[in-house]
T-cell receptor, first 115, second 112 residues
Framework: SAVISQKPSRDICQRGTSLTIQCQVD?????MFWYRQQPGQSLTLIAT?????????ESGFVIDKFPISRPNLTFSTLTVSNMSPEDSSIYLC????????????FGPGTRLTVL | QKEVEQNSGPLSVPEGAIASLNCTYS??????FFWYRQYSGKSPELIMS????GDKEDGRFTAQLNKASQYVSLLIRDSQPSDSATYLC????????????FGSGTRLQVQP
């Protein structure tokens, strides 16, 4: 598996502000993803974080709202911009390592509450 | 977009019994399948992956795959209260793409 850390682990934010979530992996990985899990729901993919190029967003998610960076093979950030209470969710990064096939491992998540 | 279907539960079993969790998927060309366990307030933890038809066993867990019928199941033998969690079935979105599509999850309750 991979050791994945996320910062912050939780935050409470005001409407209209932005929060940047960091994901750090202990070794280089090929693929990194960002998911959202709304209260009582399953996981929904936001985007694939591509190293050295723009992220690939899923339907319903746009770069202006969820800008993503991936400057190297061990680190990525997700920003939740201009937040509203509907953005209250757990945000999870996941990584895939080639030597583990196509298995994905998840970070501990960031619990975001927007007031 | 693939669809992954699970019964939301809760599935309640007594301690020591076999818990059977089922998942169906819509895309016939899916090649890999994953079961994750998620405790309340925690992130998903990989339990099993399966790629070939048949059974794959790991300790008290057995994953069963039937590609012809497009279902994958997870059996938990000798269920323990610590197995109480939500179990998520996941399938890669489509061939060549490695992001996962998750089912809605089945909540398992093991009664002591």
């Amino acid at each position: 598996s991979a050791v994945i850390s996320q910062k912050p682990s939780r935050d409470i934010c005001q409407r209209g502000t932005s929060l940047t979530i960091q994901c750090q992996v202990d070794s280089q990985v090929t693929m990194m993803f960002w998911y959202r899990q709304q209260p009582g729901q399953s996981l929904t993919l936001i985007a694939t974080a591509n190293q050295g190029s723009e992220a690939t967003y899923e339907s319903g998610f746009v770069i202006d709202k969820f800008p993503i960076s991936r400057p190297n093979l061990t680190f990525s950030t997700l920003t939740v911009s201009n937040m509203s209470p509907e953005d209250s969710s757990i945000y999870l990064c996941s990584v895939e390592r080639r030597e583990a096939g196509d298995t994905q491992y998840f970070g501990p998540g960031t619990r975001l509450t927007v007031l | 977009q693939k669809e992954v279907e699970q019964n939301s539960g809760p599935l309640s079993v007594p301690e020591g019994a076999i818990a059977s969790l089922n998942c169906t998927y819509s895309d016939r060309v899916s090649q890999s399948f994953f079961w994750y366990r998620q405790y309340s307030g925690k992130s998903p933890e990989l339990i099993m992956s399966i790629y070939s038809n048949g059974d794959k066993e790991d300790g008290r867990f057995t994953a069963q795959l039937n590609k012809a019928s497009q279902y994958v199941s997870l059996l938990i033998r000798d269920s323990q209260p610590s197995d109480s969690a939500t179990y998520l079935c996941a399938v890669p979105q489509y061939t060549g793409r490695r992001a996962l599509t998750f089912g809605s999850g089945t909540r398992l309750q093991v009664q002591p």
